[in-house]
């Protein structure tokens, strides 16, 4: 069964430096990635997706990840964080064999400081 | 706003009445999908449909939860005898074909 680990519940950055959320994945085939982001009492925003092809992937909001196979990994970087960035991130594992339904890590709070 | 509507947002219902929530995808989109959030958890896969046809449901816990998603109107997400455990945000998403999912705000679920 595919598995999706966050190792960090929480984080706090200050305001303008960089931010590195992780994410390992356990699956057999190659899957399809996806991080979202979920503010308070809201939806989940998809930020980006890695189906296929290069392996650093640009999002929305100047986030960026980048797809490592030999380590199973999925991190989520982001080069100055913004205090409208704090929110919980959550990784996210698809695949096509799975009908598409995708499985969760726990997320990551992300705290941001002036 | 042409993305996914999820209603109520929030519900209250004592142990034992039945809950309803409604979907409404994203204009075009004939996939829907179906989680659930505890508190200070990810979300959990429940459900996932097409148009009159239930594709997945290995999620879904196998008493007093079903979903449907008719030809026409929204999609639904029925818990009937709700119990305390059933508190919860439940999200839908959908999507065209099978590429990336977009969800809705949810519906929060508290049991008296």
């Known amino acids: 069964a595919q598995s999706v680990t966050q190792p960090d519940i929480h984080i706090t950055v200050s305001e303008g430096a960089s931010l590195e959320l992780r994410c390992n994945y356990s699956y057999g085939a190659t899957p399809y990635l996806f991080w979202y982001v979920q503010s308070p009492g809201q939806g989940l925003q998809l930020l980006l997706k890695?189906?296929?092809?290069?392996?650093l992937v640009q999002g929305i909001k100047g986030f960026e990840a980048d797809f490592k196979r030999s380590q199973s990994s999925f991190n989520l970087r982001k080069p100055s964080v913004h205090w409208s960035d704090a929110a919980e991130y959550f990784c996210a594992v698809g695949t096509k064999a799975a009908g598409n339904k995708l499985t969760f890590g726990g997320g990551t709070r992300v705290l941001v400081k002036p | 706003n042409a993305g996914v509507m999820q209603n109520p947002r929030h519900l209250v219902r004592r142990r034992g009445q039945e809950a309803r929530l409604r979907c409404s995808p994203m204009?075009?989109?004939?996939?829907v999908y179906w989680y659930r959030q505890l508190p200070e958890e990810g979300l959990k896969f429940m459900v996932y449909?097409?148009?009159?046809?239930?594709?997945?449901e290995s999620g879904m816990p196998k008493e007093r939860f079903s979903a449907e998603f008719p030809k026409e109107g929204p999609s639904i997400l029925r818990i009937q005898q709700v119990v305390r455990g059933d508190s919860a945000a439940y999200f839908c998403a959908s999507s065209l074909d099978q590429g990336p999912q977009h969800f809705g705000d949810g519906t929060r679920l508290s049991i008296l």
């Open positions: 204009k075009g989109h004939s996939h």
């Open positions: 890695y189906f296929s092809g290069d392996t």
């Open positions: 449909l097409q148009k009159e046809n239930i594709i997945d």
